[in-house]
């Protein structure tokens, strides 16, 4: 165990000593890495941001029902009562008169003149069965349902969905599916270009450094001994890249933080981005450091495998 522990602190204190002597070799393969893992992050930010903003709209979205005046409270509850057992349904809200006329002032506080306007005539807005579907898509069935000859003798007016909102979610979901594609199509672009970059270091790398590891091998090295610290220098590139990627982000937010605190560029909600990097950055940290060590190791793998072809010497 002992010798174990010394061999593998050999072949990392090597690896170490290797990136500081390529350092200035390794600045494109870094560089493309800190794109590729910035281009992740960036990714992850705008889909938890545009799932958000689904979402706070999706919670606004109703079914109403508006119940004629000459509605019983009777036949109303027995409405509901039907309604709830839906299994389409999340929750069903009756309001009476009154509180429908409470509801609607308070929506509509700001508006003195529509406000007045009411004020000034008898209580003009009619009971309503508010509606919650558990999934948009189950809408048409919930409105098939309360639109029954049985039911809708007892509407006095079209039944509504909020259908400007789910068109809203409607654009933010197809544009949210054109980010993920463009996320994942960047992504293994520059992932290919990170490893091809990496794979042509490290080929340098041994090529610099032949006589030495002809060395190595003559002495009796192991390849797993020769190829480690090639390993441990690719995974020094990855946790470089991926620090340098997530301080980009925070700088980004940080000198945007000023102006674009409350600020939306469409339907891309700034506050909430900088909230959500904030409230999850060690986790992201924790995943750019797995994914810059994982491209890192595995393009230094590749590039041993195809060019460390050692034999151990015969004794």
């Known amino acids: 165990m002992g010798r174990r522990r010394t061999t593998f602190a050999r072949i990392v204190r090597t690896g170490l000593l290797y990136f500081a002597r390529n350092a200035w ?9 800190i794109i590729t893992l910035t281009i992740i992050l960036f990714s992850v930010i705008v889909n ?17 029902v508006y119940l004629k005046d000459t509605v019983t409270t009777a036949q109303a509850n027995e409405f509901v009562s039907n309604i709830r057992k839906l299994s389409s349904v999340d929750s069903v809200n009756y309001l009476d ?16 003149k529509l406000l007045q306007a009411v004020n000034e005539t008898d209580n003009p807005l009619p009971a309503t069965i508010k509606i919650k579907p558990k999934d948009l898509n189950q809408i048409n069935q919930i409105r098939q349902y309360v639109t029954r000859p ?15 909102r789910r068109a809203t979610i409607d654009k933010i979901t197809h544009a949210t599916n054109i980010m993920r594609r463009a996320g994942v199509i960047a992504v293994v672009v520059f992932a290919l270009i990170s490893v091809l970059i990496i794979f042509n270091t490290i080929q340098m790398a041994i090529f610099n450094r032949r006589d030495e590891l ?21 995974i020094v590139y ?31 909600d700034i506050s909430y981005s900088q909230q959500f990097f904030q409230e999850y950055y060690w986790r992201l940290l924790l995943m750019q450091l797995g994914l810059g060590i994982l491209i890192g190791a595995a393009s230094s793998v590749i590039a041993t495998q195809r060019y460390l072809k050692f034999k151990s010497p015969k004794k």
Do not use: C, H
């Not at 070799?25 to 890495?33: G, N, P, Q």
């Not at 006329?101 to 509509?108: E, S």
């Open 150 to 164: 049985e039911w809708q003798q007892l509407q006095s007016d079209p039944v509504s969905d909020n259908g400007d």
């Open 48 to 64: 938890a941001t545009f799932g958000n903003t689904i979402q706070q709209i999706t919670d606004k979205i109703d079914i109403s």
């Open 238 to 268: 990855g946790v470089v890249s991926a620090v340098i990627s997530i301080l980009i982000i925070n700088a980004l937010f940080v000198t945007a933080s000023s102006s674009l605190q409350a600020t939306s560029f469409g339907l891309l």
């Open 97 to 112: 008169k009154k509180a429908a006329l409470k509801a609607f002032i308070k929506q509509n506080a700001g508006n003195d």
């Open 25 to 33: 070799l390794a600045m494109a393969a870094m560089a493309t890495m």
């Open 214 to 234: 002809q060395i190595m091998r003559l002495l009796g090295a192991s390849t797993g001994y020769i190829r480690g610290p090639f390993v441990i220098e690719t």
